[in-house]
């Protein structure tokens, strides 16, 4: 047999409407008698925020019964019972009504319940859950003013499930778009160990799944509060780097949360709440400020409803029986702290005192927002009836075109019509349920201010509208951040944002928002913090030193405009023109015995390739192209040749000389000047032959070379030898004429002649091969262009040691002793 109402307010009607409403906030243990009989003991803890429900589906219904356009000639009646927020009373209230039992009314009389086709309620998912199940069997429809839960949009397991409070699914997914749009990867979740706690934190969850939001820990408030448990949760919020919490909670667990988190003093976090207790009175209260002002949270939409506050106030224990409202001394005692039983003691009530309105949590009419959701339930259901009433016999929704008896009315009945309700409030919102039995999802975003007179307003600075593509919208300028910040937005992030240059390198084990910050390797960037991964940079490119942009790679060449390459354009320039300056020396005294003396012919042909030998280091000089390269190569082998072939020319001449002035020899007729020349022509043109062979079959090409220095790599322009072949050949081949030159001038170094030039021959001679022979090594092992200014040094040197060798010493005599410039000095001995 079902039990009793615990409590209900009741007044007949054409159509009686059922409510369901949390009065009390705690059911009472069953007690036995001495007959060991189960005696019904009061519900404790008046809630006068549920009261002032339970008076606004009153204020509803008589303002639909007053309202000659809705349900004319009908009245509404209703039967609103305590649940004391358990399941149990939740379930024993909606059982009796659906069945007619007989039950008590107040403490007094007893009354025929009349059978209820649709109940509003009730005020949370999982008492509401308990309910749908049960009375699914009955096929009784539910109009829940708060239940949230996502799981009751499931129209296969709850069928007949209507409610007016958005669906938890919006409200995670716009508290989820918070969480992004301030950039807070690093933050806390607390819920209830509830369905309402489970579901809604699942879909926060969900939400995130695919963001740059990451949970730092996931905290659950138990049943009956524990206080060890309710202690470590504090505990491990307080210890967190998270500053941010975000909370899927019930007002009454949010209020032992919170009590737990001032009594440890935490003050630097900004809380996120839902729908269910961001309004909620008794959490805002000046002792919570220090930790909980700032708080962001969303609550449905608030509305102002015109005369609901002269309704509250008009409510007076001396003016109302027990027996229509058991609950209106109850609230009187709650409100003033009186007693209305002497024997208790304390301040005894009069029924005099006043309710004004605003003065209570049950005349708070200024945030409007669960009692607007009462408001829209009675009106719907008003609505769904007057449709029933509007329709037509034979062009009824039912079997054979049938209408509803509304005076013997089917819950199924009003179930089909409530899914059909398509009507403006009398505050000029529009109100529907979609296919899942859910409103249009609407929800401002309410912020925690303190004011000069040390308490919370309720500052709505933003709002969420699902219906206009999940927009969200805040004004920060408005917006009073918690934790501390109060003017900056709080950060909390488990690691810093990589710098631009670095990347994200995942810490193993922990969460994808945890990561160490490594520098991108060589020739890879990442131009924005926070990159997850490096960008090569592309061909001909290399990283700068911060590894934040892609620059060209660094060209290097011996240029003009390098101080290298002036210093070495002044050297060869200048031997260039000591070349020339000797050249006319000689021209100028080419009379002299001197001159005349050492082949002036010869003399003139070696000074022209030694000024070629100085030019053609300037064709090493500058970015190689293809031109560059031929020339300096072949220019070089060439004019190298031309010397060496003088001096051999000279050097045979000199010996075969020497042998010719002893008796019976007359070799003389085999080195005179045609002689000299052909064997000059012929050894010079062995070189050209090598060189055009070279040129003809692999030239050399520009090329490019990369190496690494401090700064990355470097691209090398230089001249490739193309033929290995080729250059060994030519390079060789000046090689062995110098090294044929050296052995003869050695040999003749110790002639009795007075100017024996021989001697200057081999002098010249071996700093030639030596500078070449060093050469190797240092061209081998210098980096970029050093190379090419290894070579032209190389060249130079050789250049400047046969000039001052062969012609350093007759220039000093020719230019300053002149005395000595004479047939008879050249003559003597």
């Given amino acids: 047999m079902v039990e009793s109402i615990p409590g209900s307010v009741y007044?007949?009607?054409?159509v009686v409407i059922g409510g369901l409403f949390p009065v009390h906030l705690k059911a009472p243990q069953p007690e036995l008698d001495f007959r060991h009989e189960k005696v019904n003991a009061p519900c404790e803890i008046f809630n006068q925020r549920a009261y002032r429900w339970l008076q606004v589906?009153?204020?509803?219904?008589?303002?639909i019964n007053n309202n000659s356009n809705l349900l004319p000639n009908f009245t509404l009646g209703y039967l609103a019972a305590d649940t004391c927020m358990a399941e149990s009373a939740t379930l024993l209230s909606a059982m009796a009504m659906v069945i007619g039992q007989e039950v008590h009314l107040g403490n007094s009389g007893c009354g025929s319940v009349p059978v209820v086709p649709v109940i509003v309620g009730d005020a949370f998912t999982s008492s509401?859950?308990?309910?749908?199940?049960?009375?699914?069997?009955?096929?009784?429809?539910?109009?829940?003013?708060a239940a949230s839960c996502v799981c009751l949009s499931d129209k296969r397991r709850y069928p007949l499930f209507f409610r007016t409070m958005p669906s938890d699914a919006a409200q995670a997914w716009a508290m989820a778009e918070l969480l992004r749009m301030m950039g807070w990867t690093w933050v806390g979740l607390v819920s209830a160990d509830d369905d309402f706690g489970r579901s809604g934190i699942q879909m926060l969850l969900d939400a995130l799944r695919g963001t740059e939001v990451c949970v730092a820990y996931h905290e659950v408030i138990p049943r009956g509060y524990s206080k060890m448990t309710m202690q470590r949760i504090v505990e491990t919020i307080q210890k967190s780097t998270a500053r941010v919490v975000a909370t899927f909670l019930i007002d009454q667990d949010a209020k032992a949360l919170f009590e737990e988190v001032v009594y440890n003093n935490v003050?630097?976090?900004?809380?996120?709440?839902?729908?269910?207790?961001?309004?909620?009175?008794?959490?805002?209260?000046?002792?919570?400020?220090?930790?909980?002002?700032?708080?962001?949270?969303?609550?449905?939409?608030?509305?102002?409803?015109?005369?609901l506050g002269a309704f509250l106030a008009r409510i007076n224990p001396s003016l109302t029986s027990p027996n229509s409202d058991p609950f209106t001394k109850e609230l009187w005692e709650t409100v003033f702290g009186c007693s209305f039983s002497p024997g208790l003691g304390g301040t005894l009530c009069t029924g005099s005192e006043v309710i004004g309105i605003g003065e209570s949590l049950y005349t708070d009419v200024a945030q409007l927002r669960i009692t607007y959701n009462v408001y829209k339930a009675v009106y719907a259901i008003a609505y769904a009836i007057n449709n029933m009433l509007a329709c037509e016999p034979g062009k009824g929704p039912f079997l054979e075109g049938q209408c509803p008896d509304v005076w013997r009315l089917q819950p199924v009945q009003i179930a089909h019509y409530l899914r059909e309700v398509n009507f403006t409030t009398p505050l000029k919102e529009w109100m529907n349920f979609d296919e899942s039995g859910d409103p249009p999802a609407s929800y401002d975003i309410i912020n925690w201010h303190v004011t000069a007179q040390g308490t919370i307003e309720y500052v709505t600075v933003g709002h969420f509208v699902s219906s206009q593509g999940s927009d969200l919208h805040i004004d920060m300028d408005r917006v009073v951040w918690g934790g501390g910040s109060r003017h900056q937005v709080p950060v909390t992030v488990c690691s810093s944002p990589c710098p631009a240059g670095m990347r994200k390198a995942l810490q193993k084990g922990r969460p994808v928002c945890c990561f160490d910050c490594l520098p991108c390797a060589g020739g890879e960037i990442s131009s924005k913090a926070g990159s997850l991964e490096c960008i090569r940079c592309p061909e001909r490119f290399w990283s700068n030193s911060n590894h934040t942009a892609c620059i060209p790679q660094q060209v290097d060449f011996l240029s003009y405009n390098d101080t290298m390459g002036v210093i070495l354009s002044i050297v060869s320039g200048a031997g260039a023109a000591l070349t020339a300056a000797t050249f006319a020396t000689f021209l100028y005294h080419r009379q002299t015995p001197l001159v005349r003396a050492n082949n002036s012919e010869v003399s003139f042909m070696l000074l022209l390739s030694l000024k070629l030998c100085f030019l053609c280091a300037l064709a090493f000089i500058g970015q190689p192209v293809t031109w560059s390269c031929m020339l300096r190569h072949t220019l070089l082998g060439i004019s190298f040749v031309s010397c060496i072939s003088c001096l051999l020319s000279r050097t045979v001449v000199v010996l075969v000389a020497f042998r010719s002035t002893l008796p019976g020899k007359n070799r003389m007729r085999y080195v005179g000047p045609a002689q000299q020349r052909l064997g000059i022509s012929i050894c010079t043109l062995?070189?050209?032959?090598?060189?055009?062979?070279?040129?003809?079959?692999?030239?050399?090409?520009?090329?490019?070379?990369?190496?690494?220095?401090?700064?990355?790599?470097?691209?090398?322009?230089?001249?490739?030898?193309?033929?290995?072949?080729?250059?060994?050949?030519?390079?060789?081949?000046?090689?062995?004429?110098?090294?044929?030159?050296?052995?003869?001038?050695?040999?003749?170094?110790?002639?009795?002649?007075?100017?024996?030039?021989?001697?200057?021959?081999?002098?010249?001679?071996?700093?030639?091969?030596?500078v070449w022979v060093a050469f190797v090594p240092a061209y081998i092992t210098s980096p970029g262009k050093y190379t090419v200014a290894v070579e032209i040094f190389a060249i130079l040197a050789s250049s400047y040691g046969l000039l001052f060798c062969i012609f350093a010493p007759k220039c000093f005599i020719i230019l300053l002793r002149p005395e000595k410039n004479t047939k008879k000095c050249m003559m003597a001995r």
């Fill in 686 to 770: 062995v070189q050209v032959l090598i060189c055009v062979l070279w040129l003809t079959l692999a030239p050399p090409q520009p090329a490019e070379r990369d190496i690494m220095n401090n700064w990355g790599p470097k691209i090398i322009l230089e001249c490739a030898t193309g033929s290995v072949v080729g250059f060994s050949l030519a390079l060789g081949y000046i090689g062995l004429l110098a090294f044929v030159c050296l052995i003869l001038a050695f040999l003749a170094r110790k002639l009795p002649d007075n100017f024996n030039e021989a001697k200057l021959i081999t002098f010249s001679m071996l700093i030639f091969c030596a």
């Fill in 11 to 14: 007044k007949a009607g054409d």
């Fill in 128 to 145: 509401s859950i308990v309910v749908a199940n049960t009375l699914g069997v009955f096929d009784l429809p539910m109009v829940s003013y």
């Fill in 267 to 307: 003050t630097d976090k900004q809380w996120i709440a839902n729908d269910a207790w961001v309004t909620y009175g008794p959490i805002s209260s000046p002792h919570n400020i220090p930790s909980l002002a700032g708080t962001i949270g969303f609550a449905v939409r608030r509305i102002d409803i015109p005369a």
């Fill in 57 to 63: 589906m009153v204020f509803a219904v008589e303002e």
